[in-house]
């Protein structure tokens, strides 16, 4: 009566070891292996979702670089030098400044550039409160000036304060995609 119980327990043993734990273990491999997986899909379609922002993210960059060099970026020398010629010493009016003197420099950025680059430097003769007015409606301007550079004297008192203040505008050399 004993034999059978062991014998079927050998056989019982023996099933287990050659068939039950390796296709258990093989399981536990394969859930394993999914996971693996579940994870590296995961990683790849955040990735991928990376990948079409930066593409998104470049056209859009593309799309507003020509928009800027369409649409606020003087077409030439001429159009800069005609944009702040008339401009800033109309402004320097209606913002009740003495405008005194102008010089301009213009130079190429590269040797291979695309941009030029026209220096202005102003003297100018006011008030503070005209002098603070002058710089807000020049920041508000729809011309594209830059202020790179402001000194402000005191004079004698009841004189007007001395303004030196420096601009620069860009130009295109030639057309964008050149």
């Given at each position: 009566?004993?034999?059978?119980?062991?014998?079927?327990?050998?056989?019982?043993?023996?099933?287990?070891?050659?068939?039950?734990?390796?296709?258990?273990?093989?399981?536990?491999?394969?859930?394993?292996?999914?996971?693996?997986?579940?994870?590296?899909?995961?990683?790849?379609?955040?990735?991928?979702?990376?990948?079409?922002?930066?593409?998104?993210?470049?056209?859009?960059?593309?799309?507003?670089?020509?928009?800027?060099?369409?649409?606020?970026?003087?077409?030439?020398?001429?159009?800069?030098?005609?944009?702040?010629?008339?401009?800033?010493?109309?402004?320097?009016?209606?913002?009740?400044?003495?405008?005194?003197?102008?010089?301009?420099?213009?130079?190429?950025?590269?040797?291979?550039?695309?941009?030029?680059h026209l220096s202005i430097r102003m003297g100018l003769a006011c008030d503070y409160e005209s002098?603070?007015?002058?710089?807000?409606?020049?920041?508000?301007?729809?011309?594209?000036?830059?202020?790179?550079?402001?000194?402000?004297?005191?004079?004698?008192?009841?004189?007007?304060?001395?303004?030196?203040?420096?601009?620069?505008?860009?130009?295109?050399?030639?057309?964008?995609?050149?």
């Amino acid at each position: 009566m004993l034999l059978p119980l062991v014998v079927a327990l050998v056989v019982d043993l023996a099933a287990y070891a050659l068939v039950v734990r390796p296709r258990g273990i093989k399981s536990a491999g394969a859930a394993d292996r999914a996971a693996a997986a579940s994870v590296a899909l995961g990683a790849a379609e955040q990735e991928l979702a990376a990948a079409r922002a930066l593409v998104d993210g470049k056209r859009k960059a593309e799309e507003e670089l020509s928009a800027f060099y369409g649409k606020v970026l003087p077409v030439d020398l001429v159009a800069a030098r005609r944009m702040t010629y008339s401009s800033l010493p109309a402004l320097a009016r209606k913002t009740n400044v003495k405008y005194e003197q102008r010089r301009t420099s213009v130079e190429e950025l590269e040797e291979d550039a695309r941009l030029g680059h026209l220096s202005i430097r102003m003297g100018l003769a006011c008030d503070y409160e005209s002098f603070r007015d002058f710089i807000y409606q020049l920041e508000r301007a729809p011309e594209f000036v830059i202020i790179d550079d402001v000194t402000l004297t005191e004079g004698q008192t009841g004189e007007p304060l001395s303004l030196t203040i420096s601009l620069s505008t860009y130009f295109r050399l030639r057309p964008h995609g050149a």
